[in-house]
């Protein structure tokens, strides 16, 4: 069975901190990776997606990065500001004809 | 605004009544998705379309649930004879298959209280 867990479920840290975010899955047959954001009441937006022969993604502040022998991902996010505060989730895509695998995400808190 | 709409965006409804979510796709993308999420869970599969074809659905999907896609392009699902345990918000994502990164962009979602 696929299942992707994420590492730590909440998390809260002062503004300007440097932080990452663990996501790890149990089947290394993954097409891609993708990092969402979603606030408090809202759907998904998608930040960062990493297909399997690629290391990692970079988006402003974001990096994000894939190691399939391991079964983990990482989401790195610099200097963190209050606007950063959201649940970051990340879900794993399978060949063929498959659905999001989603773990249940790190709700973040950045502190002003 | 990724470009994926779902109306309505909240429902409250009493126990036993049915209800009916509508997902419209970004327009040229032909798999649309439905997922579940309840509070502090990350969205649950439900059912997947490519065109009109609704191709898997989930265990999560009982008798009571059904899903359409008429025309290949907006979908409606539908809850019959709602349960207190069918509150959640009800995802709706679309895709474009055959594009190296098939990106799912999500709309909204739609919120259903069920009293």
């Known amino acids: 069975k696929q299942e992707v867990t994420q590492i730590p479920a909440a998390l809260s840290v002062p503004e300007g901190e440097n932080l990452v975010l663990n996501c790890s899955f149990t089947d290394s047959a993954i097409y891609n990776l993708q990092w969402f954001r979603q606030d408090p009441g809202k759907g998904l937006t998608s930040l960062l997606l990493i297909q399997s022969s690629q290391r990692e993604q970079t988006s402003g502040r974001l990096n994000a990065s894939l190691d399939k022998s391991s079964g983990r991902s990482t989401l790195y996010i610099a200097a963190s500001q209050p606007g950063d505060s959201a649940t970051y989730l990340c879900?794993?895509?399978?060949?063929?004809?498959?659905?999001?695998?989603f773990g249940k995400g790190t709700r973040l808190s950045v502190i002003a | 605004d990724t470009g994926v709409s779902q109306n309505p965006r909240h429902k409250i409804t009493k126990r036993g009544q049915n209800v009916t979510f509508r997902c419209d796709p970004i327009s040229e993308h032909n798999r649309l998705y439905w997922y579940r999420q309840t509070l502090g869970q990350g969205p649950e599969f439900l059912t997947y379309?490519?065109?009109?074809?609704?191709?898997?659905k989930s265990r999560l999907l009982s008798d009571r649930f059904s899903a359409e896609r008429p025309k290949g392009s907006f979908s409606t699902l539908e809850i019959q004879r709602t349960e207190q345990g069918d509150s959640a918000m009800y995802l709706c994502a679309s895709s474009l298959e055959g594009v190296v990164q098939e990106t799912q962009y999500f709309g909204p979602g739609t919120r259903l209280l069920v009293l």
């Open positions: 879900a794993g895509f399978y060949s063929g004809n498959t659905p999001l695998v």
């Open positions: 379309f490519q065109n009109e074809a609704q191709l898997e």
